[in-house]
T-cell receptor, first 112, second 112 residues
Framework: GQNIDQPTEMTATEGAIVQINCTYQ??????LFWYQQHAGEAPTFLSY????GLEEKGRFSSFLSRSKGYSYLLLKELQMKDSASYLC?????????????FGTGTRLTVIP | DAMVIQNPRYQVTQFGKPVTLSCSQTLNHNVMYWYQQKSSQAPKLLFHYYDKDFNNEADTPDNFQSRRPNTSFCFLDIRSPGLGDAAMYLCATSHGLRDEQFFGPGTRLTVL
């Protein structure tokens, strides 16, 4: 099976920085995605890493280490609207398809 | 705006009564996916279409079927819904199997 692990919940203060970790053990690897999902809504794409290193996109950055099976999402200058679940998803190749396997998500609560 | 549309947003059905959920896209993407997401759980891939080629996940129950009559539309048929099928059903699309997936807003299914 494919294992993708994230912390269940995190709390951080408005204006602060928070790092959400994701570790994975999968039968293959063809990229890692981070999605944001507000309660009752669809996931929205945040970032994509396929090579080792840091990808920066405004207030959001994502890091990947393939040798360690590890990624993190860094959120800077936290805003109240950043309260949401953050899903780590690994794309696993196989049988001609690239299937996306999700972690259960990290519920982030931003407090004033 | 190009987008992924799901109808209805909320669907109530009775135990054992067939139900169909629909998804349409204006992105002209080749791949369409159906995910099931239960409360506080990760989205789980049920199946996907690459053009007209149907790919079923090994652990998707036989109770779930899908149709893709053309590029724009994809349907999820649940033949005999059980209480355990109550969930959010997410449709997603991607240009190719290696590309970012765009999600629709989801249909929340309640089974009475």
């Amino acid at each position: 099976g494919q294992n993708i692990d994230q912390p269940t919940e995190m709390t951080a203060t408005e204006g602060a920085i928070v790092q959400i970790n994701c570790t994975y053990q999968t039968s293959g690897f063809n990229g890692l995605f981070w999605y944001q999902q507000h309660a009752g809504e669809a996931p929205t794409f945040l970032s994509y890493n396929v090579l080792d290193g840091l990808e920066e996109k405004g207030r959001f950055s994502s890091f990947l280490s393939r040798s360690k099976g590890y990624s993190y999402l860094l959120l800077k200058e936290l805003q109240m609207k950043d309260s949401a679940s953050y899903l780590c998803a690994v794309r696993v190749p196989g049988d001609g398809a690239n299937n996306l396997f999700f972690g259960t998500g990290t519920r982030l609560t931003v407090i004033p | 705006d190009a987008m992924v549309i799901q109808n209805p947003r909320y669907q109530v059905t009775q135990f054992g009564k067939p139900v169909t959920l629909s998804c349409s896209q204006t992105l002209n993407h080749n791949v369409m996916y159906w995910y099931q997401q239960k409360s506080s759980q990760a989205p789980k891939l049920l199946f996907h279409y690459y053009d007209k080629d149907f790919n079923n996940e090994a652990d998707t129950p036989d109770n779930f079927q899908s149709r893709r009559p053309n590029t724009s539309f994809c349907f999820l048929d649940i033949r005999s819904p059980g209480l355990g099928d109550a969930a959010m059903y997410l449709c997603a699309t991607s240009h190719g199997l290696r590309d970012e997936q765009f999600f629709g807003p989801g249909t929340r299914l309640t089974v009475l």
